[in-house]
């Protein structure tokens, strides 16, 4: 017979295939399959405990195989899960329960508990939210109509004199720059205009506070003259700029939904020559309001019609009645009341509403509809488990910009370098850039994208699934080991936790544990009844836990006591039958909580 040693060494030499024989095992194939076939279909914890196949399954997983007849002890568990730090799982001393809890966790999830994956389900999720608070913030009727105002008059300003003489447009201009056009004395604003940027001497130039350049190069009569306005500079940079200084949160849709909207619009408009015909194209109904910062669905469409049929030519009119302009700019362009059939044929239809919706959308001052979510949901779920690294992430400009806009990241101002360090240092480690960031959008989105952990699984890793299955496989991988040689499994599972270790108290908690470490330093087994502080100070002036952390130096120490173990259990005599240290829950065997739960407990 194999010495202890040698047989540890043979199976973790290759763990992989050591797991690969396992799971060719017959039963273990058959019921691998089964469960992976059948978990999926589990949608609440009746399920899950009803199904003794898929419950027994899960419980050996965690190492809980001894418990699984204690189902009323899980349910309670199960039902209390894990957010609450006082709940039933987090309050047992044995944590494989939480671990359990947690990886089934239908307190949190709920039907979705078994298929729940954070790139999926949590991501969209918070799209959602991240669309209506930002749908709900303060001031964004006010900042949606002074740019719908802007994009649709700058274009007419074709000189100095034109832009001073319209305070409404010259305020707004100045404001994406940090500037404001009512504190600054109107000759100076004039002067910085004057004097252009070409010269290094300008007057915009020599201030050190470069506001004013920026402003002036915007707006650079003295280069461009009246073709000013017409260029990228005013047209979408300041519009971009004046947004990003109001400090909303806003969500965009993407750039194809835009287009697609936008290219319906101008394809079909010209046939409405009715409110009827408008009502009744839920489309160009939709896209008409959200551009004057309406939402078509939440409107009463009787609401609608009377606006519409009542005009804005009379003061009195339903539209203009309302302190909220937004109707009334919206019937201003729908005139159908003033002209009839050809109201879809004027500019301001063809035109200025396209514009507005274009450019708002993309900025992000016309929320999402339901339409739009419907959509970029569906695409995201649609392709986002085909993502398996960073890469394919950052390469997918609308995957992309989902998944920031849904952590409340902005995707046209991050930092792509820096989201790429975020998801490279993943969460695990607390000096991770992701951690350091006292915004903690950052380590949210490294959380759903681990690749860092999960690699190129993390967008599709459930952990009732595949890693439920892993830990299966491994846990027979150890039993199978136990029954030819005890001191084997306690070595392989010592390695398997010796990551999770951060203190001698977690050794000594766990009986297979402190086990291991007694045999590996010779001490005598009555020297588990000394005092446990006692225990843990010699354990630490012995070895130093930070050493389990290490693979070389793990594999030094697992040495050492597969060697002690051979030496006071010599394989021509060892026992073969499963110790008594896993008959129990190896953690800490059943602890005297547990067992007053347990009695109170009836299933």
Known sequence: ????????????????????????????????????????????????????????????????????????????????????????????TDKR????????????????????????????????????????????????????????????????????????????????????????????VRAMLEGGVSDPNSPANKLTDKSYANFVSAFDFAQYGDQTTTRDAAQQAVPKGYVAGTGLKLVEPSAQYIKGE??????????????????????????????????????????????????????????????DKRYANFVTAFNFAQYGDQTTSRDEVLKDTPKIYTTGSALGLIPPNADSMKSETAYYLANVTNVKSIDDLMANSRLYNYALSAYGLDPATESKDLIRSVLTGGIRDADSVANKMTNKAYAGLAAAFNFEQYGEAATTINPAQQPTVDN????????????????????????????????????????????????????????????????????????????????????????????????NNPTSTAVTSVSVLFA???????????MMAMQKLKF
């Open 97 to 188: 329960y939480a671990a359990f809890v947690s990886a089934f966790n239908f307190a949190a999830n709920g039907p979705n508990a078994t298929i729940y994956n954070k790139a999926q389900q949590l991501v969209t999720s918070n799209y959602a939210l991240q669309v209506q608070i930002g749908a709900s913030q303060a001031g964004l009727s006010y900042y949606q109509s002074e740019t719908a105002y802007y994009v649709t008059n700058i274009s007419k300003v074709k000189s100095i004199d034109d832009l001073m003489g319209n305070s409404r447009l010259l305020t707004y201009a100045m404001a994406a720059f940090g500037l404001d056009a009512e504190t600054e004395p109107a000759a100076t």
């Open 262 to 323: 936008a290219d319906y619009y101008a394809a079909n408009i010209s046939k409405v020559k009715s409110i009827d015909d408008l009502m009744a194209d839920k489309r160009l109904l939709t896209f008409a309001m959200a551009s004057y910062g309406l939402d078509a669905s939440t409107e009463k469409p009787l609401q609608i019609s009377t606006m519409l049929a009542g005009g804005v030519s009379d003061p009195n009119s339903p539209a203009n009645k309302l302190t």
């Open 472 to 567: 299966y496989m491994r846990q027979t991988l150890e039993e199978d080991a136990g029954k030819t040689n005890e001191g084997v499994r306690l070595a392989l599972y010592f390695d398997r936790k010796a990551s999770t270790i951060t203190s001698w108290y977690d050794v000594l908690a766990d009986t297979a544990l402190a086990s291991v470490v007694r045999t590996a330093l010779g001490l005598p087994d009555s020297f588990a009844t000394a005092d446990i502080d006692k225990q843990a100070q010699l354990f630490g002036q012995k070895l130093d836990i930070s050493d389990f952390t290490d693979p070389v130096k793990l594999n030094k120490f697992l040495t050492r006591f597969t060697s002690m173990y051979e030496i």
């Open 1 to 92: 017979m194999l010495s202890t040693y040698t047989s540890y060494q043979l199976i973790t030499k290759d763990i992989n295939k050591s797991i690969d024989r396992i799971e060719q095992q017959p039963t273990v194939d058959r019921d691998t399959q089964y469960y992976l076939a059948n978990i999926t279909k589990v949608k609440s914890i009746d399920d899950f405990v009803k199904n003794d196949r898929l419950f027994k399954y899960a419980m050996k997983a965690y190492g809980l195989e001894n418990m699984d007849y204690a189902k009323a002890f899980m349910v309670k568990a199960l039902k209390e899960g894990v957010s609450d730090p006082n709940s039933f799982a987090n309050k047992l």
């Open 584 to 594: 129990k829950p190896v953690t800490s065997g059943i602890s005297t909580d547990l």
